[in-house]
């Protein structure tokens, strides 16, 4: 069984389904009193690129053949898990105290983690592959 190949899809998927995920629970559509939209707006606007950045690199875990390719792509997986979870912060962008925003948000936090996480197993696995412990 390879383990890079199913974290690679299991990445893959997990990228897709964060880059949907507002289409299917959705951030709060409000404005501010100068009719401005809300933060939730700005930080989904952003955790749209980042999944997206998520997503083209998963795939390309996928056709990646060289050990210093794979660990840098998964590397910013890593990252970009990291950042998923820290946009929607108040000290970062900040979403709205009370409205759909916090459900979406909560999801968004799981997929952000297991993203970061299946981004550090996969260069510890790359890591192995290289010094000839694990095929």
């Known amino acids: 069984m390879n383990y890079y190949k199913i974290l ?16 299917y629970i959705p951030i709060c559509v409000g404005h501010t009193n100068d009719g401005h939209p809300m933060l939730c707006h700005y930080a989904y606007q952003a955790e749209f690129i980042i999944t997206l950045l998520a997503v083209i690199l998963s795939s390309s875990l996928l056709v990646l053949h060289t050990v210093e390719a794979r660990s840098l ?3 910013i997986i890593f990252l ?22 916090l459900k979406t948000t909560f999801f968004v936090t799981i997929g952000g983690s297991i993203l970061a996480l299946i981004g550090l197993f996969i260069l510890l696995i790359t890591r192995k592959t290289e010094s000839g412990e694990v095929t």
């Open 8 to 23: 690679s899809w299991i990445a893959l998927m997990i990228s897709v389904l964060l880059l949907i995920l507002p289409k």
């Open 73 to 75: 792509a998964s590397f």
């Open 80 to 101: 970009l898990g990291i950042i998923v979870i820290i946009l929607p912060q108040s000290w970062a962008i900040g979403i709205c105290e009370n409205g759909a925003c």
